[in-house]
């Protein structure tokens, strides 16, 4: 990429094309505070919206830049996850978008755990992040940035 003498992070932003939707049911057992807590530890820079359903209550963010993904991103890395993330992501990819898992409780302590989509059912649900990409190239830029590639538990920069 030749460069134009802007910041690396703003080329990246420009060329960052991706929107993610957040969900989570909130039970008829559960304190929704909690719920939303769990949330906002992941993205705090969001607002939820809520929505009846007829068990419960769902709840909703929509994400538009990578901001709101910065507090899940560098809690991916502390984790040392970034592998299955990233491999978790791929599993899941359709060629418009792709979904991942978090276990709600373990969210509201401020903590992350992967969730395997298919053999995975907790007793208080999950959080849902759906990607949307408008093509490979878009989540392959997408994957780089949120779940780098690595070597020896490192991440290798190019």
Known sequence: MKSS???LEKLLREF?????????????????????????????ESSIE?????VGTELTLKIKDRTSLEQLKQMIHNTRIIDAVRSRLEKNWNGANTIIRFDKQVAYVSRLRLMDDSEENP????????????????????????????????????
């Open 5 to 7: 003498g802007k910041p």
């Open 16 to 44: 960052f094309r991706m929107i993610g939707y957040i969900r989570c049911i909130v039970n008829p057992t559960e304190d929704p505070e909690r719920v939303e807590r769990a949330l906002l530890n992941l993205f705090p």
């Open 50 to 54: 809520e929505r009846l359903l007829d």
């Open 123 to 158: 007793p208080l649900g999950f959080i849902e992040m759906q990607i949307d990409s408008k093509n490979d190239d878009d989540f392959e830029q997408f994957k780089r940035w949120f779940t780098p590639p690595t070597r020896n538990g490192k991440v290798v920069l190019d």
